[in-house]
């Protein structure tokens, strides 16, 4: 599975943005999904994940109720809609594929990467 992550930006504080990782592959549709997050000088970090149903989501508590995760398998692609955008949301995002099909916020479970798009938020 290759991913392709797309849609980061210059955003003011308050903003929104709409990430889009699109995969390739078949399977797509059993992958469990999941963004996560870079910052300069910290560790990567779990945003949110998605089962390959879409029937269940899972946030970290930092973006609850800002951000919303989506899939849509005919299209193979797995969507981040973010809202409110905060300073601290700024970094590098992630999407990532797990062959179990859930949604996940551990790191380790994931087998597929894509190469991270910008999100700058200024205040």
């Known amino acids: 599975v290759q991913l392709q992550a797309s849609g980061g930006g210059l955003v003011q504080a308050g903003g929104s943005l709409r990430l889009s990782c699109a995969a390739s592959?078949?399977?797509?549709?059993?992958?469990?999904m999941g963004w996560f997050r870079q910052a300069p000088g910290k560790e990567r970090e779990f945003v949110a994940a998605?089962?390959?149903?879409?029937?269940?989501?899972y946030y970290a508590d930092s973006v609850k109720g800002r951000f919303t995760i989506s899939r849509d398998n005919a299209k193979n692609t797995v969507y981040l809609q973010m809202n409110s955008l905060k300073p601290e949301d700024t970094a590098v995002y992630y999407c990532a594929a797990n062959h179990e099909g859930d949604g996940s916020s551990w790191y380790a479970l994931y087998d597929y990467w894509g190469q991270g798009t910008q999100v700058t938020v200024s205040s």
């Open positions: 592959g078949r399977t797509f549709s059993s992958y469990g």
């Open positions: 998605i089962n390959w149903s879409g029937g269940s989501t």
